[in-house]
């Protein structure tokens, strides 16, 4: 899907804290803005399907969950594997790639396994300490 979209609307450049940390309710002046976009209904679209927070499309993220819920529409993981995940060959960028629901390359595996075996060596360790071994 092509997301030229993101270019034309009206609220692009716009700081971020203004539609992440959104009160309930949004302010009618964002209603406004959104409603008013050239990109309204691909932002909609798009909000529906992978976002789970922060207001997009004059939608709250609780309106959007009550609308997926009415509609049985579930929401959709965004696919990011062309883009590297920052901090690749780390524990972190293991989880990272957990957290976007992607398979793990093999050099975070790699390093989760690393850390897994770091943090199993010193509880074993602190095991021991423990009761003097």
């Known amino acids: 899907m092509k997301e030229d979209w993101k270019d034309q609307a009206r609220c692009k450049g716009m700081p971020s804290d203004l539609f992440f940390g959104v009160a309930d309710e949004p302010s009618q002046?964002?209603?406004d803005l959104c409603h008013s976009c050239p990109s309204f209904i691909a932002c909609y679209d798009h909000a529906m399907k992978h976002e789970e927070y922060g207001y997009w499309a004059g939608t709250t993220a609780k309106k959007r969950r009550k609308l997926r819920r009415e509609q049985?529409?579930?929401?959709?993981?965004l696919v990011r594997s062309r883009m590297p995940v920052k901090g690749c060959g780390t524990n972190a960028g293991y989880a990272r790639h957990l957290h976007r629901k992607e398979p793990a390359c093999a050099e975070c595996v790699r390093e989760h396994r690393a850390y897994n075996a770091e943090k199993a060596a010193r509880k074993r360790a602190n095991r021991k300490a423990r009761i003097g071994l």
């Open 72 to 77: 049985g529409r579930p929401m959709e993981p």
């Open 29 to 31: 002046e964002m209603l």
